[in-house]
């Protein structure tokens, strides 16, 4: 009952930036937190930076200073700013959102979108 939609992803030279979208659409009462994920080719997918109902961040240390991560609530959708991108930064990300229905928590995944960093 939940779609998550992401967008923005693409093929980038190595210090360019890209901006990610993600919008969700269904049926919940509220979302609480939003978040990024990536993972690389045989790597753990690893969280890269969460914002919650209240606008608090939480950044993996590898982004920290160069992603940002914000919201907008009307539009149920979650952006991730990313900035001065390495060669490590390539991976697929992924949109997680947290729901709230019937006063339980739901979570829903995006499918993906690829990002790779050239160098």
């Known amino acids: 009952q939940v779609q998550l939609v992401e967008s923005g992803g693409g093929l980038v030279q190595a210090g360019g930036s890209l901006r990610l979208s993600c919008a969700a659409s269904g049926r919940f009462f509220s979302i609480n937190s939003m978040g990024w994920y990536r993972q690389a080719p045989g790597k753990q997918r690893e969280l890269v930076a969460t914002i919650s109902s209240g606008d608090s961040t939480n950044y993996s240390d590898s982004v920290k200073g160069r992603f940002t991560i914000s919201r907008d609530n009307a539009k149920n959708t979650v952006f991730l700013e990313m900035n001065s991108l390495k060669s490590e930064d390539t991976a697929i990300y992924y949109c997680?959102?947290?729901?709230?229905?019937?006063?339980?928590?739901?979570?829903?995944w995006g499918q993906g979108t690829q990002v790779t960093v050239s160098s």
């Open positions: 997680k959102a947290e729901v709230r229905r019937l006063n339980l928590l739901y979570g829903y």
